[in-house]
C-alpha cells in the first residue's frame, strides 16, 4: 500500500494498577492514573468502601474502576534455574554488554550503559536472581529501546518483609522487574524511566512523576506451562461442522 500509516494508543490501557496497601497522590497524578490505567485492583479488601478508600480515600471511583479484592496478592518469586550461572561482574555492572544466560547475585549495582548480547541460550535473554539490594545508577541507561524482556531481574523482601535499601532513581531501564525487595521512592527530575514491567515494595516519588510505560509483552513471559492432548480430531477438507 501507499500512504502514510498511522497507529494510535486508545487511552486507557488494557493493564490494571494494584497493591497490598494505598494509592495517594496530587489530583494531578490521580487524574492522569486514571486516564492511563482501566482500573486499580486494591487486595486485602473485604468491601467495595474499604476498596475505594484505599484508592486516594475514593479519589479513584469506584467498581468496576476499583476492585475489591479480599485476599492480599502473594509475589511469588520464579525458582531459579540449575545450573546457574555467577553474579556478571561480581555485581557491580559498569556498562558493557550482558552475555544472555541466568544469574545468581548476592547484590546488584548497574551503572552507565548497559546492553543484552545476543546468542548464548538463542534467546538473548539476561536473567538475574538477586538475593539482596538491587539498584541501578541515576544517569545510567539500560536495555534501551530493545525487547525488555531481554532483561528480567527477580528481587525477594527480606525474611522479615521489608524491602532491601537499593534504588533505581534517575535510572532508564527497559526490563521487567519482579522485585518485591526494591523500594522504589525518588524526588523531583530524579524519577526513573521504566519501559516493562514493574513489582515493588513502594512506589513512591514527589515533586514530579514516575514516567513509567508498561509494555503487554510482560504478560507473555514466565509461562512454562505444559499441555497435553488428550482428544484429537480432525474434519475433512472443505467441511464446517464435524
Known amino acids: 500500500p501507499t500512504g502514510a500509516v498511522s497507529c494510535e494508543l486508545s ?3 488494557t493493564g490494571r494498577l494494584g497493591t497490598n496497601a494505598t494509592i495517594s497522590g496530587a489530583s494531578a497524578t490521580i487524574a492522569a492514573f486514571k486516564a492511563r490505567w482501566s482500573g486499580f485492583d486494591m487486595y486485602g479488601r473485604s468491601s ?20 475489591a479484592i479480599a ?7 520464579p525458582t531459579p534455574p540449575s545450573p546457574i550461572s555467577a553474579c556478571p561482574s561480581g555485581g557491580l555492572v559498569n556498562g558493557g554488554t550482558l552475555t544472555p544466560g541466568d544469574y545468581s547475585c548476592s547484590s546488584l549495582q ?28 541515576s544517569g545510567a541507561v539500560v536495555n534501551r529501546q530493545k525487547p525488555t524482556p531481554n532483561l528480567q531481574i527477580f528481587e525477594a523482601a527480606k525474611a522479615d518483609g521489608t524491602a532491601y535499601s537499593g534504588a533505581i532513581c534517575g535510572a532508564e531501564v527497559w526490563a521487567l522487574l519482579y522485585t518485591p525487595g526494591l523500594s522504589i521512592d525518588c524526588n523531583g527530575s530524579h524519577q526513573p524511566t521504566m519501559y516493562g514491567a514493574v513489582v515493588a515494595q513502594l512506589h513512591s516519588g514527589t515533586g514530579n512523576h514516575f514516567d513509567f510505560h508498561w509494555d503487554i509483552q510482560a504478560s507473555q513471559v514466565n509461562r512454562d506451562d505444559s499441555y497435553k492432548v488428550q482428544n484429537w480430531r480432525e474434519c475433512p477438507v472443505g467441511a464446517s461442522d464435524c
Open 11 to 13: 487511552l486507557p490501557t
Open 48 to 67: 467495595q468502601a474499604a476498596a475505594d478508600d484505599a484508592c486516594d480515600s475514593g479519589g479513584c471511583g469506584t467498581t468496576p474502576v476499583v476492585g
Open 110 to 137: 548497574i551503572q552507565g550503559t548497559v546492553v543484552i548480547g545476543t546468542g548464548g541460550n538463542g534467546t538473548g535473554r539476561v536473567r538475574i536472581w538477586v538475593n539482596g539490594p538491587f539498584s541501578v545508577a
Open 71 to 77: 485476599t492480599q496478592m502473594t509475589p511469588v518469586i
